[in-house]
């Protein structure tokens, strides 16, 4: 099996910084894209953004310049450092990963539980 572990989550004021982390663990052959989602109340579930194994990232526009998604390869590792978060930045940010199983020929989408990010003053 494998599992997507997220942690980082919290209450922040405007301006303020977070860092999240999303650690992948089983039986991984490979990790192809790492990605960071998330869903507002009442909202639908939005990409934020996204690094490939290749080093590429893509960032949703709301967040260009203030967020940046990193990996650490060795750990199965994807990080997201928010920084300036704005209240409309308040949702449950989930982790998703393209990951191939060992003794597996495919890559399949795994999801990670979420984390709650609220930022209020």
């Known amino acids: 099996q494998v599992q997507l572990v997220e942690a980082g989550g919290g209450l922040v004021q405007p301006g303020g910084s977070l860092r999240l982390s999303c650690a992948a663990s089983?039986?991984?052959?490979?990790?192809?894209?790492m990605k960071w989602y998330r869903q507002a109340p009442g909202g639908q579930r939005e990409l934020v953004a996204l690094?490939?194994?290749?080093?590429?990232?893509n960032y949703a526009d709301s967040v260009q310049g203030r967020f940046t998604i990193s990996r650490d390869n060795a750990k199965n590792t994807v990080y997201l450092q928010m920084n300036n978060l704005k209240p409309t930045d308040t949702a449950v940010y989930y982790c998703?990963?393209?990951?191939?199983?060992?003794?597996?020929?495919?890559?399949?989408?795994?999801w990670g539980q979420g984390t709650q990010v609220t930022v209020s003053s």
């Open positions: 998703n990963a393209h990951i191939m199983r060992i003794g597996s020929d495919v890559y399949t989408y795994y």
């Open positions: 089983g039986n991984i052959f490979s990790i192809r894209i």
């Open positions: 690094l490939t194994n290749d080093g590429v990232t």
